[in-house]
């Protein structure tokens, strides 16, 4: 089990360092470089940078090395834990992460437990009336959550909350709460403004968890041990809670570590669209300006917590079944 | 109703004019008694529009001025963590006279940019001062951190004279020794600044700085530089030639020896990228960093707390250097707030009466739900001009031999310009709302109509007979093909920042009405600058059209190739000129006597009789071989502001250039209620 475990970290420290490489190479790939992005920028508003200043900022910035030394530095700093500077903040990348991780977090739970309320008692109850009217109801909602678009739920919704609920655009928080300290007034008007990017970001999930635990249930519902369990006696809710949905909960369950990289991914487009102060928007626009450091650190955040993610999993069904050989 | 019963209040205390102020400035209104406005001056008269130094101001006025500031401050005042007001001002303060009225203090003027350094110079303006600014007829240059200042009359030098007793933010005075600090040790510095930015070179030579006293200055150029005052109020506006010594020594290895130990303890590998971490001549810049809430500003207003990733927010700086006319210290609105959104998400927060002034990046396309949405009274839309339909340039440098040989060909570019329908363009992509017009610069004395109109005709029958004159065929399948027999395509690799889809698709159908296949590809903006640096792509759009103070400052703005970073062709023919032939390529005879033009054109006083000449000659040489086709100009920039905001005159201009919109006066914005 020990030599197992060892493998496997051995392993994943090569996987890491290989993403590093890999992401490094990616996030330069696209023509320009940060000094470009800057410079477009720049010009959006109209001002104009000379030659001269573009090549300060490389030499500035330390671009104008070759990728390999560029890599080098960059590298040697993330082993020693230190992301370096965001180019377009001009912070350290640890502040510019650590300012958004809060509410990314607080956006990541208020979503999954969204999800997890609203999908475990209706994938329940269309198992149990497979084939009923509200059955059907259910799954034709839940085939159009599937379907639509995040970001064009999102637009309709902040459509809605701002024309007719008078709600503030984007944000997470009304602009006069922004600054403020933490008071009961403002964790209201935070709930106020959550419920949009909490559903929008729910839905999808939402129907596809309904799908999933529908069809698991309705494999547990035909055995013998159900059937053995009714003509014994067993009140009907008792028995469904009890054995059937704990068997069906299992899959749901053990699939909760990929969600790792979700909690602190967000969901770029549609926090984009809302302006959400979480980590998506930020992980895109690092993207879009080539800021190397940032987008760096995020993507070797985001691998990191995948290839631990799926550690776990494999560990904990290797605990739970026996059958998985240890090899 | 409040104005009314002010106004009838100040004609009785007219005669206790002190009293009054004190009254007013401890209750929270600024005092409104004995207030000159630009509406009503009340018989005084001033060098400068709109503007008074105080002893001038006061000799009219034929008493001394009391000061009265924001209550904002009076908790500290009392507390003794600031002087009084009195004390804060210079002993010279600029008299403000506003445009209708004394304001009251208070509020939060909320406003939004794209992210930090993305669509942020609007705000930038609410509270960026310069040595001087340009006054509200677009040309006259005045006052402003500078009390007065004076050309040579080789124009070679100029003196300025800095405000007595002006201080920075933190109260620490604000002296020539910060103008010499920013010229020798910040720009004239090798390892900040590899090559002294172009604005402070004259014939290749960097400004020498002269401190005559704690006040006044001279700067010195090897050669007459008389666009120096139009690029500082304009294009320059943002690049106020000062910075707090104080503040920066520890930062520097001039004044300390072990700034590149202190660079890496604070994580910089040393001391140069550690200045460059918390100072920037772009002043926006330097906000960013956290250590930017200590940091000394003149501005009217200063950092509140850290900027992060959404928000930036400033409150009014004690130590500003204006008062108004009834000796209110500027500015009124005590707080700024900046929220960072996408686009979209601007309009929609514009919409809901969240924003009170924005022009930048609102873009015409959103007129129409504007409009609409005007009169819920959330916010009050203005059309000042400032957009222009961009321009089309074709490459006349291609590397392609025969595409350069079709290119040059001036009949070329007369064809391609009268095959597009510019009326129907208008109709299309503006609501009608711009003119047809021919490219040149905006807003110079030296233009004419017969200029502004010079081949915008839509004649597609000339259009094919000039074609057909240079003897581009047309195929079997009826486009023309070039000389060598092969189709003739132009790809077009467009972006969608200077040109709508709808824009180039337009255009791709008159061309082809008249035989000339365009491929449309549409790329970034990296991309195009990328390509057009190597010269190889057929059509470049990204050309500023120059407005005068443009042109006064920045002349080769209007020769080849007209945007050095981003060229629209020619970058070769300019380095011939600069080089006196050794590199490069040696330009056609137009192109020299552009450059010639050029030369000359640097050392020629603005507005003089020599100036228009040289203008009209440019423009001339430039439309007599059409180097850049214009379609559409003086289209209006939407601009929104809040109803309640007062001291706003219409602007009548929008447009970066001017900093945004213009006549632009934020420090005596005031909410009315």
Redesign the interface.
């Known amino acids: 089990m020990l030599r197992l475990i060892a493998r496997r970290l051995g392993y994943m420290l090569l996987t890491l360092w290989l993403v590093s490489i890999v992401a490094f190479i990616v996030i330069q790939l696209p023509p320009g470089d940060y000094a470009e992005a800057y410079v477009a920028e720049r010009a959006q508003s109209g001002a104009r940078m000379s030659e001269e200043e573009i090549q300060e900022l490389r030499s500035h910035l330390g671009i104008d090395r070759p990728w390999y030394q560029q890599y080098f530095s960059w590298f040697s700093g993330v082993l020693r834990g230190d992301f370096g500077w965001s180019y377009e903040w001009r912070r350290p990348v640890a502040d510019v992460i650590g300012e958004r991780l809060p509410l990314t977090l607080a956006l990541a739970f208020f979503t999954l437990l969204f999800m997890y309320a609203v999908s475990l008692p209706i994938g329940i109850y269309s198992a149990v009336r497979q084939y009923s009217v509200t059955d059907h109801v259910f799954s034709l909602f839940g085939y159009i959550g599937l379907a639509t678009p995040n970001f064009l739920i999102a637009l309709v919704l902040m459509y809605l909350g701002q024309q007719y609920w008078g709600q503030s655009v984007g944000g997470l928080f009304s602009p006069e709460f922004q600054d403020a300290p933490w008071s009961w007034a403002r964790f209201v008007d935070l709930l106020a403004h959550l419920w949009i990017p909490v559903v929008v970001l729910g839905t999808a999930g939402t129907a596809n968890l309904i799908r999933s635990m529908r069809a698991l249930l309705l494999d547990e519902l035909g055995k013998m041990y159900v059937v053995a369990a009714r003509a014994a006696g067993l009140s009907p809710l008792r028995l469904l809670i009890k054995y059937p949905v704990r068997m069906a909960l299992n899959p749901i369950v053990s699939t909760l570590g990929w969600r790792l990289t979700f909690v602190i991914s967000g969901a770029p487009i549609v926090g984009v669209v809302m302006a959400l102060p979480d980590t998506g928007p930020l992980f895109l626009h690092a993207l879009l300006n080539q800021d190397m450091p940032l987008a760096g650190a995020m993507v070797f955040i985001y691998c990191a917590l995948t290839i631990i993610g799926t550690f776990v999993s494999d560990m904990l069904l290797v605990l739970l079944d026996p059958r998985i050989k240890m090899s | 109703m409040v104005a009314d019963s002010r106004r009838s209040m100040r004609a009785r205390l007219y005669p206790v004019g002190l009293a009054t102020a004190l009254l007013f400035g401890a209750s929270g209104l600024a005092s409104a008694a004995t207030c000159p406005t630009v509406a009503d001056s009340k018989g005084i008269k001033t060098v400068h529009p709109q503007q008074a130094e105080l002893a001038e101001f006061e000799g009219q006025l034929g008493r001394k001025l009391a000061f009265s500031d924001n209550p904002l401050f009076a908790d500290r005042v009392k507390a003794g963590q600031l002087p009084p007001v009195a004390q804060r001002l210079p002993a010279e303060p600029m008299v403000v006279l506003p445009y209708q009225e004394c304001g009251r203090y208070g509020g939060v003027l909320?406003g939004t940019s794209r992210?930090?350094?993305?669509?942020?110079?609007e705000v930038l303006s609410w509270r960026q001062v310069n040595l001087v600014r340009l006054a509200d007829d677009l040309a006259t240059i005045v006052p402003n951190v500078a009390k007065s200042f004076s050309w040579s009359d080789d124009r070679r030098t100029i003196t300025f004279v800095l405000r007595r007793g002006h201080k920075w933010s933190n109260g620490v005075p604000f002296t020539t020794d910060d103008v010499v600090f920013y010229f020798d040790d910040l720009i004239k510095n090798k390892d900040l600044?590899?090559?002294v930015?172009?604005v402070w070179r004259v014939g290749g030579k960097p400004v020498e700085v002269e401190k005559v006293d704690a006040e006044t200055f001279k700067l010195h150029f090897a050669g007459p530089h008389p666009g120096l005052l139009h690029y500082l109020s304009t294009?320059g506006s943002?690049f106020s030639p000062y910075a707090p010594k104080h503040f920066y020594e520890k930062y520097h290895i001039k004044y300390n020896p072990n700034a590149d130990a202190d660079a890496k303890a604070a994580?910089a590998e040393n001391w140069?990228?550690r200045f460059?971490?918390v100072w920037d001549k772009w002043g926006d810049?330097e906000t960013?960093?956290?250590i930017a809430v200590t940091r000394p500003t003149l501005e009217s207003h200063i950092l509140e707390?850290e900027a992060?990733?959404?928000?930036r927010?400033f409150v009014a700086n004690p130590y500003y250097f204006k008062v108004d006319s009834a000796g209110n210290q500027l500015p009124y609105i005590s707080r700024q707030?900046e929220?960072?959104?996408?686009k979209?998400?601007q309009l929609?927060?514009i919409?809901?009466g969240?924003i009170d002034q924005k022009a930048?990046?609102v873009g015409l396309e959103n007129y129409p739900v504007l409009k609409e949405n005007e009169s819920k009274g959330k916010f009050k839309l203005t059309m000042p001009p400032g957009q222009n339909g961009d321009p089309i340039a074709f490459n006349i440098t291609h590397k392609d031999p025969e595409l350069r040989k079709i290119f040059s060909d001036v009949r070329w570019r007369q064809a391609m310009s009268l095959a597009i329908n510019r009326k129907e363009m208008n109709e299309t992509l503006w609501f009608g709302l711009g003119t047809p017009q021919a490219s040149l610069p905006l807003g110079v004395p030296f233009v004419t109509d017969a200029n502004r109109n010079y081949m915008i005709d839509y004649d597609p029958k000339r259009a094919n007979a000039l074609l057909d004159e240079m003897g581009l065929k047309r195929g079997s399948n009826n486009m023309r093909m070039r000389f060598d027999g092969k189709p003739l395509t132009i790809l077009w690799e467009y972006t969608s920042?200077f040109a709508s889809s709808g824009y180039v698709q337009l255009v791709q159908g008159y061309w082809r009405a008249v035989g000339v296949e365009v491929n449309l590809k549409e790329i970034?903006?990296?991309?195009t600058?990328?390509k057009a640096l190597a010269g190889d792509t057929d059509i470049v759009m990204?050309w500023?059209i120059p407005y005068e103070p443009n042109l006064i400052s920045e002349i080769e703005l209007y020769t080849p190739p007209y945007?050095?970073?981003?060229p629209l062709f020619g970058t070769a023919w300019r380095q011939w000129h600069l080089s006196k032939g050794d590199k490069g390529e040696e330009p056609p005879a137009w192109a020299k006597r552009l450059y010639q033009l050029e030369d000359e054109w640097r050392t020629t006083v603005p507005r003089s009789p020599r100036y228009m000449e040289i203008g009209r000659e440019m423009v001339k040489i430039n439309q007599d071989n059409l180097t850049i086709i214009g379609t559409v100009a003086n289209l209006p920039g939407p601009t929104v502001v809040n109803p309640k905001l007062a001291n706003v005159r219409d602007w009548t201009v929008q447009?970066?250039?001017y900093a945004r919109t213009y006549p632009f006066r934020p420090d005596q914005w005031y909410y009315k209620e």
């Open positions: 909320r992210a930090l350094e993305s669509g942020t110079s600044h590899p090559t930015p172009g294009g943002f994580g140069v990228k460059k971490q810049t960013i960093n956290p707390s992060n990733t959404q928000r927010a707030l929220r960072f959104l996408d979209e998400l929609l927060a919409m809901n969240e930048q990046g920042q970034t903006t990296q991309l600058r990328q990204e500023d945007r050095e970073g981003s447009h970066y250039n």
